[in-house]
């Protein structure tokens, strides 16, 4: 059963709090855990994004992207994105069409972890690919399904819809996988524009 380790209540600290926190050991503690990151994600199939982002290609040409995030405020503690991209659909920029934060996936809450000395940052990154491999990996293997990319999208529509966003948001997507066309030349286009690396292409 997984449990949430390392995290911290919120997302900042106090001035009080940060007073306490060696700053460069601190940000040498992430540099190093992230390492294992590194050669975590890699196994897996991902490839290294620009800073602390991962990407990996499925087979429906569909971009999955794990992106570390830290605090802006110094507070030492960090969160993970994650994204669906797909290739197959024009973008003017890196956009991330399904997202999400990997809290949400594991309790509905956004969540930040820990990294303020070397045993907590351990016991955070440690924590964060436990989640990645019981709640992450699966559901992007379950996108992979068209059925289940089709459901997901229609789902996430219908919330942008209830907050008074575009209904029509994903439409481009949904008509894309329903569609025959030949997308090579979009597919393309996009490799380009977002400089991936050539593991991707």
């Given at each position: 059963m997984f449990e949430l380790k390392g995290t911290w209540d919120g997302a900042l600290r106090s001035e009080e709090e940060l007073e306490l926190i060696d700053k460069e050991k601190a940000d040498e503690a992430f540099k190093t855990q992230k390492k294992k990151m590194d050669d975590f994600l890699?196994?897996?199939?991902?490839?290294?994004?620009?800073?602390?982002?991962?990407?990996?290609?499925?087979?429906?040409?569909?971009l999955e992207f794990i992106g570390l995030q830290k605090d802006h405020f110094g507070s030492k503690t960090f969160t993970v994105n994650y994204a669906?991209?797909?290739?197959?659909?024009?973008?003017?920029?890196?956009?991330?069409?399904?997202?999400?934060?990997?809290?949400?996936?594991?309790?509905?809450?956004?969540?930040?972890?820990?990294?303020?000395?070397?045993?907590?940052?351990?016991?955070?990154?440690?924590?964060?690919?436990?989640?990645?491999?019981?709640?992450?990996?699966?559901?992007?293997?379950?996108?992979?399904?068209?059925e289940s990319l089709k459901e997901e999208l229609l789902r996430k529509n219908k919330i942008r819809e209830s907050y008074?966003?575009?209904?029509?948001?994903?439409?481009?997507?949904?008509?894309?996988?329903?569609?025959?066309?030949d997308f090579t030349e979009i597919i393309n286009q996009n490799i380009r524009k977002f400089k991936l690396p050539k593991q991707l292409q």
């Open positions: 890699c196994k897996k199939g991902f490839v290294k994004y620009k800073t602390g982002s991962y990407l990996r290609r499925n087979k429906l040409d569909i669906l991209i797909p290739l197959y659909t024009p973008h003017d920029f890196f956009y991330y069409d399904l997202t999400d934060r990997l809290g949400k996936l594991i309790r509905n809450r956004d969540t930040w972890w820990d990294y303020a000395d070397d045993e907590i940052a351990e016991i955070s990154f440690r924590n964060v690919m436990d989640a990645i491999e019981i709640f992450l990996l699966p559901w992007f293997e379950k996108m992979e399904s068209g008074g966003g575009d209904a029509e948001h994903y439409c481009y997507w949904l008509d894309a996988l329903d569609s025959e066309e």
